[in-house]
């Protein structure tokens, strides 16, 4: 844990390293409120994405998301904290790029990238809380989950 006068930067019982716990107080109407991260945010998406199916009978990756600071860059990006019915990473290792040569670091997180350009659409004061989007097919893989995303300790180099 690191503090200043600003903010507290804690790791979540979710393993979500991250400002203040994920405590947040913008958007809540009573001044003494808080909104706090869903106790298990995979478990969020997947009910959700299980209640999408049984009502329109359509299978629809869902993602449970929130904004988060990043460490050497500046500004929030929104991130992917749950993940049901899509992948949540796609791993490009050991294929050829476009010269042929073999990638070797390239693990792409989809849920992120999507979580972010959704965040775009949302906005964060425009009180949208569902972006759809559509076209995703070529994804492929097997689903995911916002665990996935969690980088372990003993991989984290900020540590």
Same mark, same amino acid.
């Not at 425009?126 to 991989?155: A, C, F, K, T, Y």
């Given at each position: ?19 203040n716990a994920g405590v947040d107080r913008s958007n809540i109407d009573g001044p003494d409120d808080v909104c706090l991260l869903p106790i298990d945010c995979d478990a969020s998406a997947l009910a959700l994405h299980e209640r999408i199916e ?31 019915? +899509?992948?949540?990473? *796609? @791993?490009?290792? #050991?294929? /050829?790029?476009?010269? $042929?040569?073999? &990638? ?27 972006? +759809?989007?559509?076209? *995703? @097919?070529?994804? #492929?893989? /097997?689903?995911?989950? $916002?665990?996935? &995303? ?10």
């Open positions: 844990m690191v503090r200043d006068d600003r903010v507290l930067i804690v790791e979540t019982r979710q393993g979500f390293v991250c400002a049984s009502l329109a009978g359509v299978r629809a990756g869902v993602l449970v998301s929130d904004t988060f600071g990043r460490a050497w860059r500046m500004g929030l990006v929104n991130v992917a904290l749950g993940v049901a019915g +899509i992948p949540a990473m *796609l @791993d490009y290792r #050991g294929r /050829p790029d476009d010269f $042929g040569m073999p &990638l070797q670091a390239t693990v792409v997180a989809v849920a992120d990238e999507l979580a972010a350009a959704a965040e775009l659409l949302m906005g964060k004061t425009r009180r949208v809380p569902v972006v +759809i989007v559509h076209g *995703l @097919d070529e994804l #492929g893989g /097997p689903p995911g989950n $916002g665990q996935q &995303l969690v980088r372990p300790s003993e991989l984290d180099l900020f540590r």
